[in-house]
Nanobody, 119 residues
């Protein structure tokens, strides 16, 4: 059974940084796309960042220039470096991964890690 385990969440003040990690285990096939989503209280889950490869990434506009997604394929781990955090970044952050299972793909989610940014 595939598991995604996030770590690195916490409580910080505005302007500070956090680094989230997500380690995948139980994989049978290769991980292709990985990413981070977040869900604030009373809001829908939204995309934060996606990594289609080690060089091709995509970010939602509100985090561009502040967040950086990276991955280690050898370790089956994805990271989210979050700098210049703002109170509006407060949310539960979820790790996401697509596993290439022929003839299609399987999607996996982590359990979420809380990030709280105080003003």
């Amino acid at each position: 059974q595939v598991q995604l385990v996030e770590s690195g969440g916490g409580v910080v003040q505005a302007g500070e940084s956090l680094r989230l990690s997500c380690a995948a285990s139980g994989l049978i096939f290769r991980i292709t796309t990985v990413g981070w989503f977040r869900q604030a209280p009373g809001k829908q889950r939204e995309l934060v960042a996606l990594s289609y490869s080690t060089t091709y990434t995509n970010y939602t506009d509100s985090v561009k220039g502040r967040f950086t997604i990276s991955r280690s394929n050898a370790k089956n781990t994805v990271y989210l470096q979050m700098d210049s955090l703002k109170p509006e970044d407060t949310a539960v952050y979820y790790c996401y991964a697509e596993e290439a299972r022929p003839p299609g793909t399987a999607t996996h989610w982590g359990q979420g890690t809380q990030v709280t940014v105080s003003s």
